[in-house]
């Protein structure tokens, strides 16, 4: 069955980097664009942009240019999420999401979550 | 950027009973609106696509309506594992954005 497992929480201090990890299973990881999306505690859900699997290319919201990197390791189906330099409104969990196909822009399955804490 | 205004933020009612959530865009989205389920300790779910398409696997019970800039989320005799937090989403034009959520609760 289709899966997106991502990787652990995450405590960090401020000005620290994380990188969080979405390993797909149960598909061709290439034939489906991933997404990330932000979830600040208490609110809602925010989209981030996405990465195109089959190329390579990420996208960013405008909020989410500059400390965020989206990138691939296409041979382990896995999408990453870096974030540099910390800060307190980082917290928040993170979630993948596989677009149901190219450029209709919703979302057919979802990662659990990572929570990434920034605390110093 | 579409806004998306999403009400009632809470809403309580019981098993067998009828409920609608409203979703309005700040500006024409066509009918390229998506609503989520969130349970607790379970991955978000995907139940209606494209205003009123059901993905596959979503109870009938569940219904999708609206176009241009008001839809609504209608759920008809909820069962106990309808009590849950939904998102409305437009996927019409970047960036996607995302209601702030109902949650539907038990009374």
């Known amino acids: 069955q289709i899966q997106l497992v991502q990787s652990g929480p995450e405590l960090k201090k401020p000005g620290e980097s994380v990188k969080i990890s979405c390993k797909a299973s149960?598909?061709?990881?290439?034939?489906?664009?991933m997404h990330w999306v932000k979830q600040a505690p208490g609110k809602g859900l925010k989209w981030m942009g996405w990465?195109?699997?089959?190329?390579?290319?990420?996208t960013y919201a405008d909020d989410f240019k500059g400390r965020f990197v989206f990138s691939l390791e296409a041979s382990a189906s896995t999408a990453n999420l870096q974030i540099s330099n910390l800060k307190n409104e980082d917290t928040a969990t993170y979630f993948c999401?596989?677009?149901?196909?190219?450029?209709?822009?919703?979302?057919?399955?979802w990662g659990q979550g990572v929570m990434v804490t920034v605390s110093s | 950027d579409v806004q998306m205004t999403q009400s009632p933020s809470y809403l309580a009612a019981s098993p067998g009973e009828s409920v609608s959530i409203s979703c309005k865009a700040s500006k024409s989205i066509n009918t390229y609106l998506a609503w989520y389920q969130e349970k607790p300790g379970k991955t978000n779910k995907l139940l209606i696509y494209s205003g009123s398409t059901l993905q596959s696997g979503t109870p009938s019970r569940f219904s999708g309506s609206g176009s241009g800039t008001d839809f609504t989320l209608t759920i008809r005799s909820l069962e106990p594992e309808d009590f849950a937090v939904y998102y409305c989403?437009?996927?019409?034009?970047?960036?996607?954005?995302f209601g702030s959520g109902t949650k539907l609760e038990i009374k």
């Open positions: 989403q437009q996927h019409n034009e970047y960036p996607l954005t």
């Open positions: 999401a596989r677009e149901r196909q190219l450029y209709l822009g919703y979302f057919d399955y």
């Open positions: 990465i195109n699997t089959y190329t390579g290319k990420p």
């Open positions: 149960g598909y061709t990881f290439t034939d489906y664009a």
